[in-house]
């Protein structure tokens, strides 16, 4: 009985040697004997470790954006002294560990929120609806001052008149912003700039809007925005017309 289960083994040893008669040995086989040099991966192999990779990434970048976006937030809540990084984080639904992962100082974390506001407004920009009036049009320009962006931009110039750091950031975006929205206005109001004081009248609405959108930071000021609008779209109206 001994020796027939040497000989067998020595059977099933020779088998491998030749490389036919055990299932699987082929592909590995094959590998080992291919073009390839040694280690190397075929083309539709992973990576070792990859599988995970991308999933990583995308959690990396999607608690990057809570952060942003809780950092407006709060900024828009609670103004710049009560935007500590811990409060963001918190209101993130993230641990200050991560927070600072990512931001390590508080000046790293609304220095990006700056960008993060500008781009966010420069899309609200882009997506705007074409409106069906020119008072649609004066209530959609108005609309981009009252609202949550607009409210975290003041408080992010507030706190760049005091952080050096936040300061030539905002300055600089706050003109890019600028330059967009009026191009904006001029394109919904359909407006003719070449012609005498159009300019001045898309450049004068745009201030009212603004000074509209810091008065709504205080008190509920619809009601009274609601003729202003009106008022603004007949004089932007008979100016267009003129």
Request: aromatic fraction near 4%; hydrophobic fraction near 40%.
């Amino acid at each position: 009985m001994r020796s027939g289960r040497t000989a067998a083994s020595e059977g099933t040893r020779s088998g491998r040697t030749a490389g036919g008669s055990v299932p699987g040995e082929g592909a590995r086989g094959g590998r080992a004997t291919g073009a390839g040099a040694p280690g190397e991966r075929s083309p539709g192999e992973r990576a070792p470790g990859a599988r995970g990779a991308a999933p990583k990434q995308d959690r990396s970048r999607a608690t990057r954006q809570r952060l942003l976006a809780s950092a407006v937030t709060c900024l828009a809540e609670r103004g710049w002294t009560g935007s500590t990084v811990t409060v963001v984080a918190e209101h993130a639904g993230v641990s200050r560990g991560a927070a600072q992962h990512h931001f390590p100082t508080r000046e790293d974390l609304f220095t990006a929120a700056v960008e993060y506001v500008a781009e966010e407004r420069s899309r609200a920009l882009r997506e705007l609806p074409t409106p069906a009036s020119v008072y649609a049009a004066v209530e959609t320009l108005v609309g981009l001052y009252t609202g949550p962006l607009f409210r975290a931009a003041l408080h992010l110039w507030v706190a760049a008149s005091n952080e050096p750091q936040l300061g030539p950031r905002v300055t600089a975006l706050e003109a890019r912003i600028g330059r967009e929205t009026h191009r904006m206005a001029v394109a919904l109001l359909g407006a003719d700039e070449s012609r005498p004081g159009v300019r001045e009248t898309v450049q004068g609405l745009l201030d009212t809007a603004r000074g509209l959108g810091l008065a709504n930071l205080l008190t509920d000021d619809s009601a009274r925005r609601r003729g202003i609008v009106a008022q603004w779209a007949r004089l932007v109206e008979a100016s267009l017309r003129s």
